[in-house]
Nanobody
Framework: VQLQASGGGLVQPGGSLRLSCAAS????????MGWYRQAPGKQRELVAR???????NYLDFVKGRFTISRDNAKNMVYLQMNSLKPDDTALYYC???????????????WGQGTQVTVSS
């Protein structure tokens, strides 16, 4: 099982980016999915999370600007980021709690990280 994130890049303040993350492998089911970020010299923090049923929660700093969504049929999670600010600059990681085929527990998986840089 692996997670593959994409969609990062360089954007000016006020701009938008959309991150995507695809889960692949011997997947039986996926519980929550989410996005974390880590800026240089800072701890990794939860940006947004979405449950299987679609319940979401967000870091206060991104509320109203970021939207997390998922496609359960495709095992994908997305993060639409609008009105980006320089403080959003970080390495963004996708995360998912996945139950592999043939196993009866969930385990956290992480993507490789995609860089988001907000700068003029």
């Amino acid at each position: 099982v692996q997670l593959q994130a994409s969609g990062g890049g360089l954007v000016q303040p006020g701009g938008s980016l959309r991150l995507s993350c695809a889960a692949s492998g011997s997947i039986f089911s996926i519980n929550h999915m989410g996005w974390y970020r880590q800026a240089p010299g800072k701890q990794r923090e939860l940006v947004a999370r979405i449950t299987t049923a679609g319940t979401t929660n967000y870091l206060d700093f991104v509320k109203g600007r970021f939207t997390i969504s998922r496609d359960n049929a495709k095992n994908m999670v997305y993060l639409q980021m609008n009105s980006l600010k320089p403080d959003d600059t970080a390495l963004y990681y996708c995360n998912a709690a996945i139950r592999e085929t043939g196993k009866n527990w969930y385990r956290d998986y992480w993507g490789q990280g995609t860089q988001v840089t907000v700068s003029s």
